[in-house]
């Protein structure tokens, strides 16, 4: 089953069916998608733009989490992350949260261990250490103890960490929406981008690591730009059946297909 987020609402494909849920259909409190991530209890949970966090349970039942009825700092998601523990992260426009175990925990923009107050994505490594990207940099938060990296202390250019990915051997992959990619392997950053690299475009909106480790980038203007040791391929209008150049993210399922949006 696929569930795609819109600006027009939810969206719910199980192979043969289209269903789409939106503010007239169903309980969801804006029809603004920004994520949507599924957990180990097949529980569906979805940001949105203005109107917090909705929970999407297997009975099809609907429940909203917002800074009314909850301790979220904002109702303006920007990214949702399920960990290795099925606790729910969620970046806002005004730091982050945690939702485990029925219990939340609130880390917002005035906490000192974020580098800005956006948490524009996140992502997990292998020995349960989370990243957040944000505007100027990446914080790394582990066993309690939160590690910043701010961009300008590496001699990188500042811009926004649209989304992550780390790949088999640890490497931070992080999409950025005016540097390119940027490559972090706990020690040295690598930037790729137009003038250095194959990479179409320097604005990208995602980044997705596949079973074979080929790292697929969407880029808002130039296709998809796919890294496969060292050799760049891209896909576009001009040569494939993609179609639009604009990609604002990408899946992958079970089959190694690739989804794009």
Same mark, same amino acid.
């Given at each position: 089953v696929k569930w795609i987020g819109t600006n027009v609402g939810l969206v719910k494909n199980d192979g043969d069916n289209w269903t789409s849920f939106n503010t007239k259909n169903s309980k969801i409190p804006t029809n603004r998608i920004t994520s949507i991530v599924v957990d180990k209890n097949n529980d569906k949970w979805i940001g949105t733009c203005g109107g917090g966090i +909705?929970?999407? !349970? /297997? $009975? @099809?039942? =609907? /429940? *909203?989490? &917002? $800074?009314? !009825?909850?301790?979220?700092k904002s109702n303006y998601i920007l990214s949702l992350y399920v960990d290795n523990n099925n606790s729910l992260y969620v970046g806002t426009n005004n730091g982050f949260a945690i939702y485990s175990n029925n219990n939340w925990s609130i880390i917002d923009s005035s906490d000192s261990n974020l580098v800005d107050r956006f948490v524009f994505s996140i992502a997990q490594e292998d020995n349960g250490a989370i990243w957040l990207g944000q505007s100027t940099g990446v +914080? $790394?938060? =582990? &066993? @309690? *103890?939160y590690s910043k990296y701010i961009f300008k202390n590496y001699n990188i250019k500042l811009s926004t960490v649209k989304a992550i990915d780390i790949d088999s051997l640890g490497n931070k992959w992080l999409g950025t929406n005016t540097t390119g990619l940027v490559k972090f392997d706990n020690t040295n950053w690598t930037v790729y981008n137009q003038s250095n690299s194959g990479l179409p475009n320097n604005a990208i909106q995602d980044v997705f690591i596949d079973k074979n480790g080929s790292i697929w980038v969407a880029t808002d203007l130039q296709g998809i730009a796919v890294l496969d040791n060292q050799n760049w391929v891209v896909f576009n209008r001009s040569n494939s059946n993609i179609p639009s150049n604009t990609i604002t993210s990408i899946a992958v399922d079970n089959q190694n297909n690739k989804w794009f949006t």
């Amino acid at each position: 089953v696929k569930w795609i987020g819109t600006n027009v609402g939810l969206v719910k494909n199980d192979g043969d069916n289209w269903t789409s849920f939106n503010t007239k259909n169903s309980k969801i409190p804006t029809n603004r998608i920004t994520s949507i991530v599924v957990d180990k209890n097949n529980d569906k949970w979805i940001g949105t733009c203005g109107g917090g966090i +909705v929970k999407l !349970n /297997e $009975k @099809g039942d =609907f /429940e *909203i989490y &917002n $800074k009314t !009825n909850s301790p979220l700092k904002s109702n303006y998601i920007l990214s949702l992350y399920v960990d290795n523990n099925n606790s729910l992260y969620v970046g806002t426009n005004n730091g982050f949260a945690i939702y485990s175990n029925n219990n939340w925990s609130i880390i917002d923009s005035s906490d000192s261990n974020l580098v800005d107050r956006f948490v524009f994505s996140i992502a997990q490594e292998d020995n349960g250490a989370i990243w957040l990207g944000q505007s100027t940099g990446v +914080v $790394k938060l =582990f &066993n @309690g *103890i939160y590690s910043k990296y701010i961009f300008k202390n590496y001699n990188i250019k500042l811009s926004t960490v649209k989304a992550i990915d780390i790949d088999s051997l640890g490497n931070k992959w992080l999409g950025t929406n005016t540097t390119g990619l940027v490559k972090f392997d706990n020690t040295n950053w690598t930037v790729y981008n137009q003038s250095n690299s194959g990479l179409p475009n320097n604005a990208i909106q995602d980044v997705f690591i596949d079973k074979n480790g080929s790292i697929w980038v969407a880029t808002d203007l130039q296709g998809i730009a796919v890294l496969d040791n060292q050799n760049w391929v891209v896909f576009n209008r001009s040569n494939s059946n993609i179609p639009s150049n604009t990609i604002t993210s990408i899946a992958v399922d079970n089959q190694n297909n690739k989804w794009f949006t």
